[in-house]
C-alpha cells in the first residue's frame, strides 16, 4: 500500500492564480479529510468528506473548493490564490463510522507560498 | 465545542530525560484520545491513542493515560532519546461524528 499520496510536495503560486492540490489513498477509506498547518495554529481542518459525492465544510473553508468523484481521490481546489493561504496542506484518511474508533493517516504534505 | 489545550513549546532536553507535554482537553462525553508525531519534514503518524477513560496508551517507549475527571493525557517517556526530536499533537475526536480537533504541537529538541 502507498497509504497516503500528495502531489505536489511544493508550490509557489502568484496572488490570483488557482491550482489543485491532489490527494488519493489506496485503503478504501471512508472519510478523507484537508488540514492546513500554520505556525502555532496547529492542523485547522478545511474541507472533509465522509464518502464518495459527499463533502462538507471543517473551520476554515473559505477560498477553497473541494470534490469526491470516488473513494480514492479528494482534490483541494484553491480558487483565486492569497498570500494567506501561504501554508503546509496535509490531507487525510481513515474508515468512518459512529461509535468505532479509527486513527487518520496522513499524506507528507504540500507546501505552497502564495507571493 | 471540542477543543484541545497542549503544553506551549519549545521544549529542549537531554538525552535520558524524562518527558512530559501536558494535554488537556473540552468535549462533549467520552471523545477518543490521541497522541500524534511529526518529524521534520513529514507528515503526522499515530503514536498512540486510548479510547475510554482510564485507557492507557503506549508506543515506543511513550505512555499516556485517558484521565476522565481531569480531562487529560499527557504524554511521557521515562528517557528521550536524539530521535525523539520532533513536533507532537494532542488530537480528539469527537464521539458522534467524524472530525478531529488538534492541539497546535509542542516541538521537542533532545541534545546528546
Known amino acids: 500500500n502507498a497509504g497516503v499520496t500528495q502531489t505536489p510536495k511544493f508550490q509557489v503560486l502568484k496572488t490570483g492564480q488557482s491550482m489543485t492540490l491532489q490527494c488519493a489513498q489506496d485503503m478504501n477509506h471512508e472519510y478523507m479529510s484537508w488540514y492546513r498547518q500554520d505556525p502555532g495554529m496547529g492542523l485547522r481542518l478545511i474541507h472533509y468528506?465522509?464518502?464518495?459525492?459527499?463533502?462538507d465544510q471543517g473551520e476554515v473553508p473559505n477560498g477553497y473548493n473541494v470534490s469526491r468523484s470516488t473513494t480514492e481521490d479528494f482534490p483541494l481546489r484553491l480558487l483565486s490564490a492569497a498570500p494567506s493561504q501561504t501554508s503546509v496542506y496535509f490531507c487525510?484518511?481513515?474508515?468512518?463510522?459512529?461509535?468505532?474508533?479509527?486513527?487518520?493517516?496522513f499524506g507528507p504534505g504540500t507546501r505552497l507560498t502564495v507571493t | 465545542g471540542n477543543s484541545v489545550t497542549q503544553m506551549e513549546g519549545p521544549v529542549t532536553l537531554s538525552e535520558e530525560a524524562f518527558l512530559t507535554i501536558n494535554c488537556t482537553y473540552t468535549a462533549t462525553g467520552y471523545p477518543s484520545l490521541f497522541w500524534y508525531v511529526q518529524y521534520p519534514g513529514e507528515g503526522l503518524q499515530l503514536l498512540l491513542k486510548a479510547t475510554k477513560a482510564d485507557d492507557k496508551g503506549s508506543n515506543k517507549g511513550f505512555e499516556a493515560t485517558y484521565r476522565k475527571e481531569t480531562t487529560s493525557f499527557h504524554l511521557e517517556k521515562g528517557s528521550v532519546q536524539v530521535s525523539d526530536s520532533a513536533v507532537y499533537f494532542c488530537?480528539?475526536?469527537?464521539?458522534?461524528?467524524?472530525?478531529?480537533?488538534f492541539g497546535t504541537g509542542t516541538s521537542l529538541t533532545v541534545i546528546p
Open positions: 468528506s465522509v464518502g464518495a459525492g459527499i463533502t
Open positions: 487525510a484518511s481513515s474508515y468512518s463510522g459512529t461509535g468505532v474508533i479509527f486513527e487518520q493517516y
Open positions: 488530537a480528539l475526536k469527537e464521539v458522534i461524528g467524524n472530525q478531529f480537533y
